[in-house]
């Protein structure tokens, strides 16, 4: 089992029940893919460091989820082709970053190499 972080900037100009429905709509398709969503953080609407498609800002949730490897590429392939979504990005998190999040059970100690 890994754990992933999915940060997905949605359009801004979308209203909030569209947003509540997309946000339903990835976390579904997360569910669809074998995932399982641990926790889902809104961030709400942030501007933009830089204008990014002709937008100044956008809606911003990040998911953090466990799944098998590689089970989530078609998720990222969906991610790309909606057209609500401005920019996603999926990361998998360290062992050990994600025992201390309680994603994964405790990571062994690493044994100590004889020098």
């Given at each position: ?25 990835a976390?579904?398709a ?86």
């Amino acid at each position: 089992m890994r754990a992933y972080e999915l940060m997905v900037i949605f359009d801004s100009g979308l209203d909030d029940q569209a947003i509540d429905d997309q946000v339903k709509l990835a976390a579904a398709a997360i569910a669809t893919r074998g995932a399982t969503v641990a926790s889902t953080d809104r961030w709400g609407r942030r501007r933009f460091a830089y204008e990014i498609n002709h937008k100044q800002e956008g809606y911003y949730v990040v998911w953090e989820i466990t799944s098998e490897g590689g089970d989530l590429e078609a998720l990222e392939r969906s991610l790309r082709l909606a057209d609500e979504v401005v920019r996603h990005k999926l990361v998998r998190l360290p062992d050990r970053e994600a025992a201390r999040r309680g994603l994964l059970g405790e990571v062994q100690a690493e044994p100590a190499t004889a020098g």
